[in-house]
């Protein structure tokens, strides 16, 4: 049993009931909208708003984290799935279960072996260009239902073209219907708050009401279809009943062939929900647990699986949503759960008129939101590598499709990584003046010892950067010939591997043999730690100084001169 139930208090119940309804009234469209940018039959939506909410509530560390149908996993298990059955067909719903499963199964398996730091992996910008290309694709995609036509693809360029060739059946009532609805949705999204406020509501009241505007766009749009009977694709009449509990057929080959999609759906699914978590709890000063969050999502994405779903994720919206309507458990979610389960059992013909035009409109409003310039931005005044990792994996979306584009940001992430760190800064150093302070030659006015060399190693030393430090010692030793000692200060060194520790060997004995002592200083405890367990210490020609000034003074002390401070 969670926490949260077992101390439940009687005073957090109307919060929580309160909380419970907003979170109905925003889901519904929502769950309706992304099961059809999934491909999947609207009542799917409903099917991964009950199970894997309940899920997510017992096993979760976060109190007010809202679990459900979204933008991101809906649109990769579309693409992941395109060309391996009709969407919408009893054998595009089943590999749609089989995703969810997976993804779900490979989740909880990560979460057993502690794997939540994989978190680490996804860079802002590679995260900032994927959300911001994905919901372009998005966009993209919903042009066919907001015009009333038939077109798919995994790809900008393949969505392009089917639309293109569509485009002459173009339905007049649905796009006046779409159109009218996004008008609505866009001047309620700018002026519902401030025009509630004017009114007297607070300012919470009017924001909750503004979060809640799209469902009146959608019962507006229901009724005007209904009342002119326009010719215009609707949700129809859902299926009566409980999601059905039942493993989804899989077929081994099929499996095989979106293995990358179930390691993308699981990777970038884990890395949103858990920003958002800590976003959340940062702001209620609470913390989230990264395996337990791995955990209670693959067991959430599993039970969806199971129940007729698709891939679920954290929502942004309602997340905050929830929050700001006053939730103080995860008993908001799981009341949200029993009323969308009452609504499937006696009022699935509310949706009977709902036109998919006006759905798809409320998707564009909401993932629009979701293309964010400003990590461009920062990281362009920064660092414009990074900048370029942002604009690859924005452009990898479009063009490749959202899975390979995951691995070419995460690719791209790692060779930056890897080319900044193969390089590292290597500073001499040379005392202040009056002060046990020592500084970059070249950005202090500083004085420096002839025979002792000092210089600061600014990054940790393995096999790709050995080489390139190494270089540069022979570089600066070549350039001062009276040199009888190197001092390495090591306080931005957190580990070296094997790799790095054979050339300092290396480098202890050719310098040796120059008749130059190699010396280190602020040595870090689990550095210091290997270097004595790997021997080298025994070999090293020099000895290991506590601080750059005790080290210069015991220096200097050999060469038979000292410092006045």
């Not at 979701?370 to 924005?394: E, K, P």
């Not at 000895?543 to 005790?550: C, G, K, N, P, R």
Request: proline share 5%; hydrophobic share 55%; charged share 10%.
């Amino acid at each position: 049993m969670p926490d949260w139930l077992r101390h439940y208090r009687r005073g957090d119940l109307p919060h929580d009931l309160l909380a419970s309804l907003t979170l109905l009234v925003l889901l519904i469209p929502q769950g309706l909208a992304y099961a059809l940018l999934a491909g999947l039959p609207p009542q799917a939506g409903l099917y991964a708003s009950i199970v894997p909410v309940v899920v997510y509530a017992l096993l979760g560390s976060s109190a007010t984290l809202s679990v459900g149908p979204a933008a991101l996993p809906s649109l990769m298990t579309a693409t992941a799935l395109a060309g391996m059955a009709a969407p919408g067909s009893a054998a595009w719903m089943a590999l749609a279960g089989m995703v969810a499963l997976l993804s779900g199964v490979l989740r909880m398996g990560l979460a057993w072996l502690r794997f939540g730091f994989i978190a680490n992996f996804l860079s802002h910008s590679v995260v900032g260009g994927f959300v911001s290309g994905s919901a372009l694709l998005i966009v993209l995609s919903q042009l066919p239902q907001l015009l009333g036509i038939s077109a798919h693809g995994a790809t900008a360029w393949q969505i392009a073209t089917e639309l293109v060739r569509a485009l002459p059946q173009t339905n007049l009532p649905a796009l006046m219907l779409s159109a009218a609805a996004l008008v609505l949705l866009l001047a309620g999204r700018r002026w519902i708050k401030p025009c509630l406020q004017k009114l007297g509501l607070s300012a919470q009241a009017a924001d909750l009401w503004g979060k809640a505007f799209p469902i009146v766009v959608v019962v507006a749009g229901a009724v005007a279809s209904s009342l002119l009977a326009l010719p215009v694709r609707s949700v129809g009449v859902l299926p009566a009943g409980l999601p059905p509990l039942a493993w989804p057929a899989m077929d081994i080959a099929s499996a095989g062939a979106i293995v990358p999609a179930i390691l993308a759906i699981a990777l970038v699914g884990f890395v949103d929900s858990y920003s958002i978590a800590q976003s959340l709890a940062l702001k209620r000063r609470e913390s989230v647990d990264p395996d337990r969050e791995l955990l209670a999502l693959g067991a959430a994405n599993t039970a969806a699986g199971l129940t007729g779903g698709f891939p679920v994720s954290a929502s942004f919206g309602r997340s905050a949503a929830n929050e700001l309507a006053g939730a103080r458990t995860q008993l908001a979610g799981v009341l949200t759960a029993a009323w969308i389960a009452l609504i499937l059992l006696l009022f699935t013909d509310l949706f009977a008129s709902m036109p998919l035009a006006v759905l798809s409109a409320t998707i564009v409003v909401a993932v629009s939101q979701m293309i964010d310039l400003s990590i461009f931005r920062l990281a362009w005044r920064y660092d414009r590598r990074d900048a370029l990792v942002y604009l690859a994996t924005l452009l990898g979306v479009l063009v490749l499709g959202v899975v390979d584009a995951i691995l070419l940001g995460v690719g791209l992430s790692l060779a930056l990584f890897i080319w900044r760190t193969s390089q590292p800064h290597l500073a001499v150093l040379g005392r202040v003046a009056g002060t046990e302070h020592y500084r970059n030659v070249l950005r202090y006015e500083v004085e420096t010892e002839p025979e002792i060399l000092a210089v600061r190693i600014d990054e940790s030393l393995y096999f790709a950067n050995i080489r390139f430090v190494r270089a540069g010692l022979v570089t600066m030793l070549g350039q001062r010939p009276r040199t009888r000692e190197l001092l390495l200060v090591l306080s931005a060194v957190n580990a070296i591997d094997v790799s790095a520790l054979q050339g300092l060997r290396e480098l202890n004995r050719v310098l040796l043999e120059q008749g130059v002592r190699l010396h280190f200083a602020v040595v870090k405890g689990p550095v210091m730690d290997q270097l004595k367990q790997s021997g080298f210490l025994d070999e090293l020609s020099g000895q290991v100084h506590l601080s750059t000034h005790a080290a210069m003074q015991a220096l200097k002390a050999s060469h038979g001169q000292d410092y006045v401070i």
